[in-house]
């Protein structure tokens, strides 16, 4: 009896010890599972989809060309300011502020554009984030599905702002979620019966759920929105430009006016004083002409009168003998009022000519005098610097 029971007790006692082991090692395998975590790489993701690197390479090429049209535009500012420089002492102060002006209205608009394309809300983000939001909705539904399915406690994105010092491969799904959005556009592309099949069968990103679908609406209106403020400011803007630029071509076209009345009026005050000297001369030769008349007229009376006192037969002598008659003294006819402009013309400019050549020989005197004292100074310093040495 006693061995029976000694025999019954120790089997219990074995069906105990392996029941707390069952348990112990249930508890610890359970505490081993602990925390599953996931991380994925959305730059890795982006490089390997077609339709975002298709989209990318657009826009890219977008850029570049309103890059390229800025440089250009700028050029052409600078040139213009070049110009300006250059020819700022032949132009006027009104024509000086007036291209100034140009190129300020120039300079703000090359700004305007800028801050259109590449601005917070340029175009640049604008379609930076349309193409990125089906991709990032894509991720995020890929991610819900694995996560869900694999049982993943936590799933980080590594090229975010979470600070990842390591990360065993292990734990990287970025893989899993390309597979799936590979796999569903395959199956939005899928055209046969077959295809279809296929893709049912496999595990299928889902669609973006009715909040997705109100945050894209509130994304559209909101962009809408914005666009249409965008508009109204450069058309208010492009109506200040135009009165702008009408308001300085009317004050362009006064001034040309005037500046062509002053010309007029000053060719006016020319002509009449022209007019005026003409009139004179005309008078003061009338004036010489009816002097010379009268004194030819005298002259020829007096030389009628002797020959009638003379008798008849003198005339044969007086033919041969005769001594030849005075000629009148030529006047020299006045000058006409264009010719007298020229000679003033041609005087004034002989003067200057003169008054330059003096004021060249006065200056090239005046330096070979201080070139001469140059040279005497050097000369006077090289003979004190060879006195010192002896």
Known sequence: MTST???TKRTHN???IILILVCFTSLSSYAQRGVRIGYIDTEYILQNVPEYQQAASQLNKKVQKWKTEIE????????KKKQLTNERVLLTKELI???EEE???EENEILDYKQKRFGPDGDLMTQKKQLMQPV???IFAAVQEIATNKKYDFIFDKSADVVMLFSANRFDISDLILRSITRSSKRRQATNRKERKEAKE??????ANNDQDARAQALEAKKASREKAIAERQAKQLAYR????KALEEKKRKIIEARKKAREDKLKERENSSDLNTTHEESSEAQTKSKENENTTNTTSDKTEPNKEQPKNVDTKTSTDEAPKPETPKTNKPLSAKEARKKALEEKKRKIIEARKAKLAAKQKQDSIIKAEKLKKIKESQNEKEDKDN
Do not use: C, G, H, T
Request: proline share 3%.
């Open 5 to 7: 029971n000694f025999n």
């Open 14 to 16: 074995k069906v105990l």
């Open 72 to 79: 250009q535009r700028l050029s052409v500012v600078d040139q």
């Open 97 to 99: 502020e007036e291209r």
């Open 103 to 105: 190129i300020q209205i």
């Open 136 to 138: 990032q909705d894509q």
């Open 202 to 207: 496999e595990d299928i990103v889902p669609v």
């Open 242 to 245: 135009e009165a702008k630029k």
